[in-house]
């Protein structure tokens, strides 16, 4: 039996190889890396930190960011967010009684932000968002969906390897 650490389920047979990163990018662009900390501690700043979280780990999922769902996973966990919730987050059309209505809101305008190639932010979805946020929380969310989709970028074109994240690692 093999594993990979402390958090990760035994296997009966031995792991895949774990992947290198293509690119330790915030080594070799440090004032970007320290300009996008500061800027993703601005945009989720006045937000409830497990909303933010379900939103990171929603954008993640979308854009198959590994590495950004090994750290917002635990990040929700270390915030008091569920293991349910968070299992249930990628079905979240079927499982709408875990969340609140305005989780709903967030996740479902998140999708919209980040899947631009669907086409325009639908103004039904913005309605239902701007309808249980005010302005400057809605604000505030926006910059929030954007600045995790920014990270995803960086984590799955650099490839940006999982798991060996620990909650506050990255303050």
Known sequence: MTTTDENTVPATEPLAAEQSPRLE????????WKAMLRLDKAA???LDPKLSELVKIRASQLN???????MHTKDALAAGESVERIVQLSAWEESRH???EKELAAIELT????????GFVPDEVYGKAAARF???????????????????RFG???RL???????????
């Open 25 to 32: 990018w915030a080594k070799h662009a440090p004032e970007v």
């Open 44 to 46: 989720t700043q006045g």
């Open 64 to 70: 198959h960011c590994a590495f950004c769902l090994d």
């Open 98 to 100: 875990f969340y609140t």
């Open 111 to 118: 999708e919209a932000v980040t899947v631009l190639t669907d």
């Open 134 to 152: 005010g302005e400057a929380e809605l604000a505030q969310l926006i910059s929030a969906i954007a600045v995790i989709n920014t990270w995803n």
């Open 156 to 158: 799955v074109t650099c």
């Open 161 to 171: 390897t999982p798991g060996h994240y620990r909650p506050g690692q990255h303050a």
